[in-house]
């Protein structure tokens, strides 16, 4: 049997998601027997020129959504970048799960052929065949935006490790 794109894209998201949603939990129990302020965590970043947790929790959930439509051609919703709580950034990722939740397997036949276009601006236009843009842009850059996010909570107190990160064993 061999592996598909769905297999290997859409399970792999929402299991990146539950555990960044885990995180975020932590990060809001911590805050709260900790009496920490959590609008400092969702504003904590580890670096000046890296974006704050709320900017790493929206790249990891539009990364994953708009994988899932550019591979499947499921209109992915449109998600503002607003979130300025905790609450907030677990709803988001919630919505993201359930959106990539609709996504059916068989919308993914083929994706690995299909051309997938990324344009950053004036001379910066990127042409993928669907599996070098899951395997060599989406995954990566997804699970950048979900490590930076556990770094950051890690870097306030938040008492997370790696296991947190790698999430449940799959079944």
Known sequence: MSLTMYQASIPVFVRGLTALR??????????AASG???????????????????????RASDTSKL???RLSGVQAPSMPDTETTLEQLIQRVNDTIAYLETIDAKALDGA???????????DNRHVFRGDDYLFGFALPNFYFHVAIAHGILRS???PVGKMDFIGAPPR
């Open 22 to 31: 885990g995180l975020l939990q932590k990060g809001a129990d911590h805050a």
């Open 36 to 58: 920490t302020d959590p609008n400092a965590l969702v504003a904590a970043q580890l670096a000046p020129d890296m974006l704050n947790l709320a900017g790493q929790v929206q």
């Open 67 to 69: 994988s899932g439509q």
């Open 112 to 122: 690995e052929d299909r051309t997938v276009e990324l344009n950053f601006g004036p």
């Open 156 to 158: 306030q107190g938040v």
